[in-house]
């Protein structure tokens, strides 16, 4: 049974240059290594005047490292079978590399190149100016993602970490000269503040020799402060946007939430669940698509991070159709915060989400990402092993009070974007 379980128990190691290191061996039948650098690097520590910055710098750190351009990078990769992705949040900046498990030693020094030495060669950089901009538009002008930039502008106020969406305007993204992107590097993918996760076949003891030889260039300096919320609140409301045109209207709700260190994350991670959370067993799935035939996706999200977080119940529809879906969206968020599910009802979601996580077992990625996820949030190393009973003491009561709070009316917003008026 121990070695059965043992991808779902993480080891934190001895730091490294002041970089936190967790190791997690890799499920027993993968041929597979990851790891991920986790660093103070995300939008939210964008320079005033210069949104975006964090972005930039995210994507380039993966197009040219070292002695090698983009195209001799791709090529030692393809080479190797592995893979390079990166992933750019508020709170942080993620740089993951993926391969065979018998040449991770390789790879783990790739990852190292990539994370310390960028090169920010001019025409990478130009590429992923291009891109940015075209983001930009995109932001502006497509219903989904004008929706969810608008919904946070309502939640949180000027100020907030988690109000801007780190794509920034064509004004401050002609101000990203290449220099800036290396001095936000230089300052932000440090030890200090930063994490490192492998999965792999390594013993404790040889995985942090190779990563305090390898990973031992580290910038000295120090965390950048973590940004200061603003007390005031966002506006609230609903705000309605239209985009003629368009084929589609988005409806989004959401407000502010709860961090993942609140001792409430259980109940409220199953009340989201309930909601929209769990494909095909949610609520919103159920009423506004099953059965009411009305949106062409709805669910829920409930993004719990270190600083705080926020909730989102979101659904697509037609434009002669978001006056009716709108209003049941709205009262599924009523019943959620007034009533408690049924037993049958929150054993079955709470079963599927215990499920999945088995399932994350069959492959090192998915295994992975629960171990960056408790390195991340520094949760104990057995977590993931206590988490379904920690799932199955709460009660339907507690799911409802948990929304109450994680998913409040209180400091809520209202957004639909789309072709308004084609209904």
Not at 281 to 286: C, E, M
Not at 303 to 317: D, H, K
Request: with cysteine; glycine share 10%.
């Amino acid at each position: 049974m121990a070695e059965e379980f043992a991808p779902l128990r993480i080891e934190y190691l001895d730091p490294v240059e002041g970089m936190t290191l967790v190791r997690q061996a890799p499920p027993r039948t993968a041929a597979s290594f990851s790891a991920t650098y986790v660093g103070p690097g995300g939008w939210a520590y964008d320079p005033p005047g210069s949104e975006g910055t964090a972005r930039l710098v995210n994507e380039l750190v993966t197009s040219a490292a070292g002695p090698y351009d983009r195209l001799e990078l791709a090529r030692r990769l393809d080479r190797a079978g592995a893979t390079l992705s990166h992933q750019c949040a508020p709170e942080t900046a993620e740089v993951t590399v993926w391969g065979p498990a018998d040449v991770w030693a390789e790879l783990l020094r790739l990852l190292q190149l990539v994370v310390q030495r960028p090169r920010f060669d001019s025409a990478d950089v130009r590429r992923a100016h291009r891109q940015l901009l075209e983001r930009q538009l995109r932001e502006s002008v497509q219903p989904a993602s004008r929706a969810e930039r608008e919904l946070m502008h309502r939640v949180f106020p000027v100020g907030h970490p988690y109000r801007e969406s780190g794509l920034g305007t064509a004004r401050t993204a002609r101000r990203l000269g290449r220099s800036a992107l290396v001095r936000f590097h230089d300052e932000h993918y440090s030890g200090d503040g930063g994490l490192l996760v492998v999965t792999a076949p390594v013993t404790s003891s040889a995985l942090r020799g190779f990563v305090r030889r390898t990973f031992g260039a580290f910038s000295a300096r120090r965390a950048p402060s973590v940004p200061r919320a603003p007390k005031a609140p966002g506006s609230g409301g609903e705000h309605r946007i239209d985009l003629p045109g368009r084929t589609q209207v988005e409806v989004r709700l959401g407000g502010p939430s709860i961090a993942r260190s609140d001792p409430r994350f259980p109940a409220a991670f199953l009340a989201n669940e309930v909601l929209g959370g769990r494909p095909l067993l949610a609520r919103l799935f159920q009423r506004l698509r099953e059965h009411g035939g009305l949106a062409y996706h709805a669910s829920s999200d409930l993004e719990a991070m270190r600083w705080g977080g926020y909730w989102v119940a979101q659904a697509g529809t037609g434009a002669e159709r978001w006056r009716k879906l709108l209003p049941m969206l709205e009262r599924e968020l009523v019943r959620l915060r007034r009533s408690a599910p049924s037993d049958a009802e929150l054993e079955l979601v709470r079963e599927s989400a215990i499920g999945e996580i088995v399932l994350s077992l069959e492959s090192t990625g998915e295994a992975h990402e629960l171990a960056v996820d408790a390195g991340y949030h520094r949760l104990p190393p057995d977590h993931w092993v206590r988490w379904p009973e920690e799932l199955r003491a709460v009660r339907p009561a507690e799911v409802r009070d948990a929304a109450r709070e994680a998913m409040a009316a209180r400091g809520a917003a209202t957004i639909v974007a789309g072709p308004l008026g084609a209904g």
